[in-house]
């Protein structure tokens, strides 16, 4: 951990976000097709965003491991930020459900989340019993053996 006090600890969780969100400046930009001293003000990206993790999370915090980072989130003097942080990036995630992407929902199923539909079938399991009852002549082999 690179962290000593609750302070440093809540500005280190700010800088990965911040991080995490990239780097941009604003530029004039020539068209296309246009005269050269025809420009538009664009976003012009330094460094890519790229989507906050709980692991690069625990990574930028300086823990050794996700469960050294777990840990100190249960036990440590400073837990609630890192509960905080947790929920900053499960945040992120939900952000991106309406996308129905797999990886999304893998992520947010490895954070704790369930679905509804999740259940533990075995404790509700039944039996159905099936019974065959006979009603009525039975069938026959051929025409020869109908009675008339």
């Given amino acids: 951990m690179i962290f000593s006090s609750a302070r440093q ?3 280190l ?9 990239g780097e941009w400046h604003m530029a004039s930009v020539p068209l ?5 001293d025809d420009t538009s003000l664009q976003k012009i990206w330094d460094r890519e965003p790229e989507p906050p993790t709980l692991s690069g999370l625990a990574l930028f915090l300086g823990f050794e491991s ?3 980072f777990e840990t100190y989130e249960r ?17 992120e995630y939900e952000k991106k459900l309406h996308a129905q992407s797999a990886g999304i929902i893998f992520a947010l199923k ?4 369930t679905d509804k539909g999740d259940s533990n079938t075995t404790s509700a399991q039944s ?7 006979e009603s009525g002549p039975q069938p026959v082999g051929s025409e020869k053996d109908v009675p008339l």
């Avoid at 969780?13 to 969100?21: E, K, L, T």
């Avoid at 036990?75 to 945040?91: D, S, T």
């Avoid at 039996?127 to 009852?133: A, G, R």
Wanted: hydrophobic share 45%; charged share 30%; proline share 0%.
């Fill in 9 to 11: 600890l809540q500005k």
């Fill in 13 to 21: 969780i700010g800088n990965y976000f911040a991080h995490a969100a």
């Fill in 32 to 36: 296309k097709g246009k005269a050269a």
């Fill in 66 to 68: 996700l469960d050294d």
């Fill in 75 to 91: 036990e440590g003097e400073y837990a609630n930020f890192l509960k905080r942080g947790r929920l900053q990036v499960e945040a």
């Fill in 110 to 113: 490895k954070l704790g989340w």
């Fill in 127 to 133: 039996h159905l019993e099936i019974k065959l009852i």
